[in-house]
């Protein structure tokens, strides 16, 4: 995708002038990319297994475009199909008891400690999303919340948001941890989760399980230099409301 970029200075840093420059958004660093197909345009699409095909062609036609991610692991079919069944089996399980909002706050919280840009900004957008739907299926809750602001505070500092309850505090407070320093989950943070915050085994263990799975996919991301879509930038938000004369 080709971008008009404004570049330059003269007479000063106070001085801009606005030279138009044209650039490719990148998938990933240039070590790589040449091994990962592009798009269902791509000539080495047809190639692919007839599974990774469906894939991609179902994601796009869900998002109306491919997220990095996939294309990132067309180059590797089996890491492909194990990457995306665990990723589908922790993320969009209905029936555990996180919310998928609040899967999405801990891919949010422990994606930005490990500085992996992809994950932050992609399941920002998620966040956003999920957020917004939550709040409009709770009979009785507030539909001007500012649902567009949740994966800025999550990802920035989560303690300082007023958008989430203390008890999704904890659960990311839990959460990085782990991610930080995982030699020294004990036993005891596990029983205060249960018995003071009431989160089941089950949930417990989801907690646990998608800090552990984003903490390779960030690093993923990382040794690839996987870059967003421009897409997600935009997926969730809304203008501001005009201000009060």
């Given at each position: 995708m080709m971008r008009r970029l404004l570049l330059n200075t003269r007479n000063g840093p106070n001085h801009i002038e606005r030279n138009?420059?044209?650039?490719?958004?990148?998938?990933?660093?240039?070590?790589?990319?040449?091994l990962m197909?592009?798009?269902?345009?791509?000539?080495?699409?047809?190639?692919?297994?007839?599974?990774?095909?469906?894939?991609?062609?179902?994601?796009?036609?869900?998002?109306q475009f491919i997220p990095?991610?996939?294309?990132?692991?067309?180059?590797?079919?089996?890491?492909?199909?194990?990457?995306?069944?665990?990723?589908?089996?922790?993320?969009?399980?209905?029936?555990?008891?996180?919310t998928l909002y609040e899967k999405e706050m801990i891919v949010c919280a422990t994606s930005a400690h490990n500085k992996c840009l992809y994950c932050v900004v992609?399941?920002?957008a998620l966040l956003r999303v999920y957020f917004k739907k939550f709040l409009t299926q709770k009979p009785g809750t507030d539909q001007q919340v500012p649902y567009n602001i949740i994966a800025d505070?999550?990802?920035?500092?989560?303690?300082?948001?007023?958008?989430?309850?203390?008890?999704?505090?904890?659960?990311?407070?839990?959460?990085?941890?782990?991610?930080?320093?995982?030699?020294?989950?004990?036993?005891q943070h596990l029983v205060e989760l249960k018995e003071e915050y009431k989160f089941s085994r089950d949930a417990i263990w989801d907690i646990g399980a998608i800090t552990s799975f984003f903490a390779a996919s960030n690093r993923l991301a990382h040794m690839s230099g996987l870059m967003p879509n421009e897409e997600f930038y935009e997926i969730g938000r809304k203008p501001l409301p005009p201000k009060k004369q």
């Open positions: 138009v420059r044209f650039f490719s958004a990148p998938i990933c660093n240039s070590f790589f990319e040449d197909v592009k798009g269902t345009s791509d000539p080495r699409f047809s190639k692919l297994p007839t599974d990774i095909q469906e894939k991609l062609l179902e994601v796009q036609n869900k998002s990095n991610i996939f294309l990132g692991l067309t180059h590797r079919p089996n890491e492909f199909r194990a990457f995306f069944n665990y990723y589908d089996a922790l993320m969009n399980e209905t029936t555990s008891e996180l992609a399941h920002g505070q999550v990802s920035n500092d989560f303690h300082k948001s007023y958008l989430i309850d203390k008890k999704q505090t904890k659960m990311l407070d839990y959460a990085l941890l782990l991610c930080k320093e995982p030699h020294l989950v004990k036993t």
